[in-house]
T-cell receptor, first 115, second 115 residues
């Protein structure tokens, strides 16, 4: 079983719909992240959470919101989806120990298409 | 702010050729450096990492990278590539305590190895 699990793996939706992508992890890590991958643009950070009570915006948070329901769960929501949010979304986790916090463990990705 | 630049967007090699992918970063303090690989249809996984110590680090599948602090570089190398190395490669930087856990990724390099 995957240590970082994302659902759904694929989703097609229409403009204006609300979408939630879910992530759960069994690694016991405190830190969780949502990244977006677009061709030729690498990965860009949307939101990150260093513990259950800590939520921070990344570089492209507009149009997105998150919820950290528990240490193991971190959900990403698109309140009103638009076509330019079509992308591959990755959840990731990391340890909090100094010097190891940068090593990310990724989920398998959620491919979202907004028509 | 931290940033990462990968110089090659698409590299095409024949099997057994040597590989070097360039990565330069911008950050004024202590950094942790990473190379991740994404095989077709899969999620990102860690190839190798540099936290401290020996600037020449070895990763999985025969890959290595050298951290040259004076050049702000962390180039990835492999003496002899295989067809199975076809993938997208991402360099990432995680800048010390201030940005610990917030990794910035390069745009990625797509490597195609011809059999």
């Amino acid at each position: 079983d995957a240590d970082v699990t994302q659902t759904p793996r694929n989703r097609i939706t229409k403009t204006g719909k609300r979408i939630m992508l879910e992530c759960s992890q069994t690694k016991g890590h405190d830190r969780m992240y949502w990244y977006r991958q677009d061709p030729g643009l690498g990965l860009r950070l949307i939101y990150y959470s260093f513990d259950v009570k800590d939520i921070n915006k990344g570089e492209i948070s507009d149009g997105y919101s998150v919820s950290r329901q528990a240490q193991a769960k971190f959900s990403l929501s698109l309140e009103s989806a638009i076509p330019n949010q079509t992308a591959l979304y990755f959840c990731a986790t990391s340890e909090s120990a100094q010097g190891r916090a940068g090593e990310l463990f990724f989920g398998e990705g959620s491919r979202l298409t907004v028509l | 702010a931290q940033s990462v630049s990968q110089h090659n967007h698409h590299v095409i090699l024949s099997e057994a050729a040597s590989l070097e992918l360039g990565c330069n970063y911008s950050y004024g303090g202590t950094v942790n450096l990473f190379w991740y690989v994404q095989y077709p249809g899969q999620h990102l996984q860690l190839l190798l990492k540099y936290f401290s110590g020996d600037p020449l680090v070895k990763g999985i599948k025969g890959f290595e990278a050298e951290f040259i602090k004076s050049k702000f570089s962390f180039n990835l190398r492999k003496p002899s590539v295989q067809w199975s190395d076809t993938a997208e490669y991402f360099c990432a930087v995680n800048g010390g305590n201030t940005n610990a856990g917030k990794s910035t990724f390069g745009d990625g390099t797509t490597l195609t190895v011809k059999p």
